[in-house]
Nanobody, 129 residues
């Protein structure tokens, strides 16, 4: 049984920082692509950042230069460092483990090749102006 648990969410003011963590149990995640998604109320779930098995990263344009995705394969933990947060970053943030180790670019978006096998339950990030 593979389980993903996010933590680190909270409420901050605009310009603040948060560091999200996602701990994976039940599987060695080192061979796999990982990602963070977010979903605001009434909106679709959108990809925020990806990291492949070799540590290559990709970001959505609106978070480039502010967010950093990283992974610690020894701890089976995925991170998202979020700096200079804005009210439009307010959302539930989810981590996900993919079925492969690589990232593909298709129709203007990045995704882990082969889709996503497992998801966490989410952690709420709220940014006030």
């Amino acid at each position: 049984q593979v389980n993903l648990v996010e933590s680190g969410g909270g409420s901050v003011q605009s310009g603040g920082s948060l560091r999200l963590s996602c701990t994976v149990s039940g599987s060695d995640f080192s061979p796999y692509c990982l990602a963070w998604f977010r979903q605001a109320p009434g909106k679709t779930r959108d990809a925020v950042a990806h990291i492949d098995a070799d540590g290559i990263t990709r970001y959505r344009d609106s978070v480039k230069g502010r967010f950093t995705i990283s992974r610690d394969n020894d701890k089976n933990t995925l991170y998202l460092q979020m700096n200079n947060l804005k009210p439009e970053d307010t959302a539930m943030y989810y981590c996900t483990l993919a079925a492969s180790g690589t990232i593909e670019y298709y129709a203007g978006t990045y995704n882990c090749r082969g889709g996503y096998s497992f998801w966490g339950q989410g952690t709420q990030v709220t940014v006030s102006s």
